[in-house]
């Protein structure tokens, strides 16, 4: 069995984004999405407070929670959908959240992480889950293409995940999460092991992500770099150009797709 969870927040761009909504669908067994703003604390403690301005009571104001309540309604054989009352304490606790919904069996179960800016497809789906069982291993770790732009990829270390790669597939046996960033399963992740699907990662792709990025991962000036970033000419630049810090030391570049605008992004 396939299952998925996902926790949102003012991502109503990325279910509309390629039909993602419909598409993830059809490839999971059974869906559980939970819905709201999180607070700084547990994994993410590091962040900053939560804006007043992106939220309603720790509820999405984008349109988010009005999709998933018709997109629930309409596949509630296959999708369970859970709703903000409120800021949730942070992102450990909404991802806990989505396993109460689940009761393991014995039988066999796929659990995918799958963040709201990151699309899969069905074939990487099944042959992640073969290579797998395979393995022996427990844990499966992934790549992924990481675009900062329509049509920009960050190459490297940031982005890509080549130093500490996605962990988002288990072979879940009823354990809970101690921590969402990086995702741990209580008791640990077993034998992990790096696959060879790549996934499709959006996290610096819409403007209104990369706004609330800067509020609230205290990226300050984020939005100018993204912006002065979409009109560069020259390619490769350096991650700095966009992330300072820590991540834009880190042997990281971002290039431009050329020639490659027919392909679907």
């Not at 939970?34 to 009571?57: D, I, L």
């Not at 349109?63 to 959908?81: P, Q, W």
């Not at 996290?203 to 991962?217: A, G, R, S, T, V």
């Amino acid at each position: 069995m396939r299952i998925g969870i996902t926790i949102i927040f003012n991502g109503l761009c990325h279910l509309q984004h390629n039909d993602y909504a419909e598409r993830l669908l059809e490839m999971l067994d059974y869906w559980i999405i939970v819905e709201g703003a999180a607070g700084n604390s547990g994994s993410t403690s590091w962040c900053k407070e939560m804006p007043k301005k992106y939220h309603n009571n720790g509820s999405s104001i984008d349109g988010t929670v009005e999709f998933l309540r018709e997109f629930g309604a309409a596949n509630i054989d296959k999708v369970s959908v859970v709703l903000a009352t409120g800021i949730w304490k942070s992102k450990d606790e909404m991802i806990n959240r989505s396993l109460k919904s689940l009761y393991y069996m014995g039988t066999p179960v796929y659990l995918w992480q799958i963040d709201i800016d990151e699309q899969w497809t069905k074939e990487q789906m099944d042959e992640a889950e073969y290579d797998l069982i395979c393995s022996y291993d427990d844990t499966g770790m992934f790549l992924c293409d990481c675009y900062v732009g329509k049509y920009l990829l960050a190459k490297g270390e940031w982005g890509e995940g080549k130093q500490l790669p996605y962990r988002r597939l288990w072979r879940w046996k009823g354990q809970s999460f101690i921590s969402h960033e990086p995702p741990i399963l209580k008791g640990g992740n077993g034998k992990e092991i790096l696959l060879s699907q790549r996934f499709k990662h959006y996290p610096y792709y819409f403007l209104q992500d990369i706004n609330f990025k800067e509020d609230y991962y205290g990226y300050e000036g984020l939005y100018k770099r993204w912006k002065d970033l979409q009109k560069e000419t020259k390619f490769p630049q350096p991650i700095n150009r966009l992330i300072p810090g820590k991540w834009g030391e880190s042997n990281t570049e971002i290039i431009h797709m050329w020639g490659l605008n027919e392909v679907q992004t």
